[in-house]
Structure formats: structure tokens, C-alpha cells
């Protein structure tokens, strides 16, 4: 077979500043998904993008091309409509796990394919495997089997969809050029579209426990995934939201499964349940249904019942004993005062470091590590009392946990101001 273009040629366009056009992007997909291309050449125009970016025709034209490299998902069958959530992940971040029944409370369906964590961010499927008998993997059969009722389900992606984004994100992850705007927003968006979802909501995280550290260029990665998905027909609205500290008081697996029912029994954090709220009127206003009372689903446990018949219906016991780790430590606070700082990367790192995430995708993750924050970001608090309960299976991950959280917070003797809200902007 003769192909049609040369990966050096394209190389070196990116490379000397110049676009490349709609067929050259559709061909270096295609062959790189098929291995004409070879990975350090594909890594070589991954760091062309990342030094000179992409402009707008690019990026659409390099999303739809790992869209079509795989297989695309269709829920018309459907009794009902679709939204999903996507968040671009953080420190504490466990809002799916109430959201997806929360909406589905509602008739409206919730395809939610979510992933594994990597690093100091949680991932999704990590933390409902701790529920025993939790499956992950479905056919697509029984996936809208189960979208029909309970009415959402929380799963892994079948490996048709999008194949040249597994392949590229993977090679992006060991080249240093992950954090790149037209590739994070094409290799999200490549994956949603595909997945066939009628309106999406995107969670982009700001602040020192997100990939993004500061707001400008969470607004352009937010902005560009807007406009993608409106392009392509997939009612589209972001939020900017807040992860300069750890949302809400329980960072890991098993950890935030129980914030998370806590959220569903109706209680939980302020900010998690604000924010689990806020995506869920989001998305209803998308599916059609703006003037639903939300909080109420949560309080008269409505969203606790579709909770417990997603866990079922995926093999899970909703009411089975969590996993605990063997080992606990505790961090208690020096002096009188008010906890005045609290950075949300310090507890990730140190959450990570006790088991609860990976450094390699073949790692595995301890169901019961990670960290219990007592005192909340500007609560006062007195010698003594404990901030921290850091849990492990591996007591000798304490240390080097301790050498991450020590650093990330501070009591101080003046109180501090207390964000009004964990939201910061709304992009549509």
C-alpha cells in the first residue's frame, strides 16, 4: 500500500509554525493508529504542537480524526435523553459517584465512562472497586440495559472508542507533553463525542491540585472544548471550579466512597455538595429539565435509591463494610490558631504516597489509603486537636506522605476569608 503522506513531512510543517491541513491530519491519525507511523515520530509532532500549538480548523480536524478511529456509541434507542460530566480531575474530587444518580433521579440517562487514576489525581473506576463485587467493564448491550434502569451507569470505555487517543495519550504521558492545550481539549472531547452522549457538562478544575494551575488557561481549555462540542452537535457548558484546596474531607478510595453516600444520605461537605449540585442543574437545564428541585432528590434520598440500584446492577454490594486500612497515623496541631493554609496538591502527593493512587498504570491502589481532613480550610482550631488521620496498609509510606502534607499547611494566629463558592466561572 502507498500512503498518502510522509510522517516527516508533517513533522516538519508543525515543526516550522505552519498549519496542517484537514487530509495531512487524517492520515497521520489513521497510520499512526495503524503503526505506519512510528511512536517517536508521532512523539516528535506531540511536541511540534505542544512548542507552536494548533489553531482552531486543527484542532476540530485532529479531535474528529481520533473520533473516527474507533467506533462511535449511539443512545437514540433510549427511552430518555443523555447528559454526562466530565471533570479534568483533582484532589478529592469524587463528585460523579453522587452526580450520576442524582441525574438519573431525575429520568434523565447518565452514560458516565470514566478512568483510573494517574499520579495525585483519583481516579473514578480506582474508587468504586473498593465497594465489593464492583465490576468495571460491560458490553455495550448490557451497558443500555442498565441505562434504562437504574438509569446511569459508571464504567469503563470500550476499547473501540477512540483506539488513536489510548495510543497518543499514553505516548504524551513519557514525552512531557501532556499539558497542551489543543491535545487535552481534542483528546477529551475525541472521547465524548465518540461516546454519543446528547449534552455534556465539564468540570475544568483550577488551582495548585489540578492540571491547570492557573484560570486563563483553564479558560482557553474550557473555552475550546465548548466550541468543540457545540460544533459537533453535543449541547456543550462548562464550569471553572476550584482546586487550589481539597474538595471535601476525605482524599482516596474507599475514603471518598463514604463522602460520597454521605453526600446522597443528604449531609456531607458544603463544597461537595455545592458543586455536586451546581453540575447537576447543569445538566438537567441541557437535558431539558431547568426547574427540578435538585437539593431535594438528595435530601429525601430518591438519588440514594438509584445509587443502590447502579451498585447492583454493576455486581457491587452498596451496602457492604467499605475496605479500612491496617495502618492509621495522626497529625495534630501545634498551637492554638486558625488552619490558614491547605494546599490541595501537598494532600494529593501525600495521599498518593500512601498507597491510594499509582505512579504506572499497572500499579496497584490500596482500597483503604489515604487521608481524613478534620479541620477545614479557616476553621479555627486548638493544640492538640487532630488535623490529619493519614491511612496505609504499608506503615512505611508514612514518612514520606508526612514530607509532602507537613509543607501544605499552616495554622495561623488571624482568621482568613472563606471563598464564597467553589465555582469561579460558567463558560457556555
Not at 476540530?60 to 481520533?66: R, S
Request: some cysteine.
Amino acid at each position: 500500500m502507498t500512503e498518502r503522506f510522509d510522517a516527516v513531512d508533517i513533522i516538519r510543517t508543525k515543526r516550522d509554525r505552519e498549519r496542517l491541513t484537514t487530509e495531512q491530519i487524517n492520515w497521520v491519525i489513521d497510520a499512526y493508529t495503524r503503526g505506519v507511523v512510528a511512536d517517536e515520530q508521532m512523539a516528535a509532532l506531540n511536541m511540534a504542537i505542544f512548542l507552536n500549538g494548533m489553531d482552531r480548523t486543527e484542532i476540530v480536524d485532529w479531535t474528529t480524526a481520533m473520533m473516527n478511529s474507533g467506533e462511535r456509541m449511539n443512545f437514540d434507542a433510549l427511552s430518555r435523553t443523555t447528559s454526562d460530566k466530565h471533570s479534568t480531575g483533582g484532589v478529592g474530587d469524587k463528585i460523579t459517584l453522587p452526580l450520576a444518580p442524582l441525574v438519573a433521579a431525575f429520568d434523565v440517562a447518565v452514560p458516565q465512562l470514566s478512568g483510573r487514576g494517574l499520579g495525585h489525581t483519583g481516579g473514578t473506576l480506582d474508587k468504586l472497586e473498593s465497594i465489593p463485587g464492583w465490576q468495571a467493564n460491560f458490553s455495550n448491550e448490557r451497558m443500555m440495559e442498565i441505562l434504562e434502569d437504574p438509569g446511569c451507569i459508571i464504567c469503563a470505555p470500550g476499547t473501540g472508542l477512540a483506539p488513536a487517543d489510548k495510543k497518543i495519550y499514553a505516548l504524551r504521558d513519557i514525552t512531557a507533553t501532556v499539558d497542551c492545550i489543543p491535545l487535552i481539549a481534542s483528546s477529551i472531547m475525541s472521547k465524548k463525542i465518540a461516546e454519543g452522549t446528547a449534552s455534556l457538562v465539564l468540570d475544568v478544575k483550577v488551582g495548585s491540585g489540578a492540571f491547570m494551575k492557573d484560570i486563563q488557561n483553564a479558560r482557553e481549555l474550557a473555552s475550546t472544548m465548548v466550541e468543540l462540542g457545540n460544533d459537533a452537535g453535543v449541547r456543550t457548558v462548562a464550569l471553572l471550579t476550584d482546586m487550589s484546596r481539597p474538595l471535601g474531607r476525605k482524599i482516596g478510595n474507599a475514603l471518598e466512597v463514604a463522602e460520597s453516600v454521605e453526600i446522597l444520605a443528604g449531609g456531607g461537605p458544603r463544597d461537595v455538595r455545592e458543586l455536586t449540585i451546581a453540575l447537576a442543574r447543569e445538566m438537567l437545564t441541557l437535558a431539558g429539565k431547568p426547574d427540578v428541585d435538585i437539593a431535594a432528590a438528595l435530601d429525601d434520598g430518591r438519588a440514594m435509591d438509584v445509587w443502590k440500584r447502579m451498585i447492583r446492577a454493576q455486581g457491587g454490594d452498596p451496602d457492604a463494610p467499605l475496605p479500612k486500612a491496617k495502618h492509621t497515623l495522626t497529625v495534630e496541631a501545634d498551637r492554638d490558631g486558625y488552619l490558614g493554609e491547605l494546599d490541595a496538591l501537598a494532600v494529593g502527593v501525600a495521599s498518593w504516597r500512601l498507597g491510594a493512587g499509582r505512579a504506572r498504570k499497572e500499579d496497584p491502589v490500596q482500597a483503604g489509603a489515604g487521608i481524613e481532613i478534620h479541620a477545614g480550610f479557616g476553621e479555627p482550631v486548638q493544640r492538640g486537636q487532630t488535623l490529619f488521620t493519614l491511612h496505609s496498609d504499608t506503615p512505611e509510606r508514612f514518612e514520606r506522605a508526612l514530607e509532602s502534607l507537613m509543607p501544605g499547611f499552616a495554622v495561623t494566629n488571624t482568621p482568613v476569608s472563606l471563598p464564597e463558592s467553589v465555582i469561579l466561572e460558567r463558560i457556555a
